[in-house]
Each structure stands twice: as C-alpha cells, then as structure tokens.
C-alpha cells in the first residue's frame, strides 16, 4: 500500500485510451445510423406483398439488422468509455469477443466442411433466383454478380426456370417463358446500347448453342474459383475487419482494469482520511 493518499486530481484511466475507445465507438454508432436509415428507407420504398414474399433474402433486412447491432454494441462502447462505467464496457468488450470468435469459427466450418458451405451458397442463390423480380434490390445484385463473374444461374443457366416468370413450361403466360435476364448476356464492348432481351429463349436451346450469346456457367462455381484465387485478398479483408474489433476489446479491456484501479484508490483515499493510521 502506499505512504499516503494520492492527490484528487490523480487517475489511473488514461485521457487517451478513454477518448479513443470513444470516438472509435462513435464513427461506427453514426455509422450503424445510416445503414439503419438507408435499410429502412430501402423497405419503405418497396410494395408491401413484395417485401414479404422475399423478407429473407432481401439486403434491406440485412442491412438494417447488421446496423442494429452495431448501433447496440457501439452506444455501449460510447457511454461505457465516456462515463467510465466498467458493466457498458464489460458489455461492449463480451459482445466484440462473441461476434469475432463466430466470425473465426465461421470461417474454420467453410473451411473444413467446404462442400456443406457449397450447398448453403446453393440454397441462397437458388432462393435469389425464386424472388428475383420482387424485389429491385435483390434484382440489381444478382445482375451485378452475374457482370462480374460472367455466369448465369447458380449451377448452369437452366436454373432459372426456377423462377415463375423465367420457367420453361407450356403454361407459363409470362412474356420472359424459358429466358434468362440479360445479365447472363456475353458483354459486347462496342455495344453501345444494352439489349435487355438478348435472354429471350435461351433455355430451350442446348449449351452450346446458348454459350454463344450467355454465360452458361453457374455462379457457384464461379464463386469457388474465385475464392481460391483471390485467398490473400479474403485473408486481408477478414483481417481489416478482425482489426478493429480486437482495437476495441483491448481498449475496453485496458480501460475497465484502470477504471477498477481508480476505484481501489479512491477506496483507500476514503479509509486514510477517516483512519490516517491505515
């Protein structure tokens, strides 16, 4: 134990690792704010039977949960630093550590039990494909992943007569009966006007008819692939989001011991000024 009581104005919580670990917390709380309101502004802006019939595969949901959490865990971190109050931080640092080691065993099950994973991106996408024209959002990212990987369907161009107004049977009323979107469509660089209906009957035609003006590779193969080739940079990436997360534990971590420290003193400053033999 010390000689003596230190002075009032002493502390052992650290301006800097306070003020830190808040504006840390706060960039992600203004930032879990917008995913919030771009989310519920994307919802709004859908037609009611629309958005039900597609609840689980649409990014708006998605977008708003992740922002919810965020906006959760980051306000205790604010709070918890700014008025040092050790139960936030505690709160802040356990919900951090759970969503990294899901994050870290997520990738260790995709890891070992690659075709499992297969299958759920299979199930995902072919979900995707069901609702494809209820939802805008859902819409313009499958288009967007079939541009950028030059593929077509999940395993091959055919799947999308999974989707009401793409199937291929005879009682299909739909003006889109056996077609694929155009995003399937090969890209012509001197094309300088889109023909949204190149699609237009390519899944009555066999593979290598179609392969002349589709991508009739499926998605998911495309995604595999890509992933192997691409391993550091999803290593990188995993890592620039592991890293803040572990910033912020350590910070949190760092600022409870002081926290505890500071009131062990002001304990033993409170029983030397009342017994000074102590």
């Known amino acids: 134990a010390p000689a003596g009581p230190l002075g009032d104005d002493f502390s052992f919580v650290s301006p800097v690792a306070k003020y830190v670990l808040f504006f840390f917390n706060l960039l992600f709380w203004v930032i879990s ?10 919802r709004l802006l859908k037609h009611a039977e629309a958005a039900m019939a597609c609840l689980a595969v649409d990014p708006a949901i998605l977008l708003i949960m992740v922002g919810v959490l965020t906006f959760l865990i980051t306000f205790c971190g604010c709070v918890g630093s700014l008025r ?93 009966r056996c077609s694929v979107p155009f995003s399937c469509c090969l890209h012509d660089p001197e094309q300088a006007v889109i ?37 550091f940079l999803l290593g990188g990436i995993t890592l620039g989001l592991a890293l803040p997360q572990l910033v912020g534990i350590v910070l949190a971590q760092l600022l409870i011991n002081q926290i505890r420290d500071q009131i062990k003193l002001q304990l033993y400053n409170q029983r030397h000024r009342a017994d000074p033999w102590y």
């Open 195 to 231: 023909n949204t209906m190149c699609g237009y009957g390519m899944q009555a035609r066999g593979y290598l008819e179609a392969s002349a003006f589709i991508h009739t590779n499926g998605c998911i193969d495309k995604l595999v692939n890509w992933t192997h080739s691409n391993l």
């Open 33 to 42: 704010m917008v995913m919030v309101a771009v989310g519920v502004y994307a």
């Open 84 to 176: 040092e109050n050790i139960c936030l931080l505690q709160l802040f640092s356990v919900c951090l550590t759970i969503i990294f080691l899901l994050q870290l065993a997520a990738g260790v099950l995709g890891f070992v039990f690659s075709d499992e994973a297969r299958g759920k991106v299979s199930e995902i996408i072919n979900g995707a494909i069901v609702h494809y024209r209820d939802d805008l959002d859902l819409q313009n990212l499958i288009d967007f992943g079939q541009k950028e990987f030059s593929c077509c369907g999940g395993v091959s161009y055919k799947d999308w007569s999974q989707n009401m107004y793409f199937n291929c049977t005879a009682t299909n009323p739909s003006r889109e």
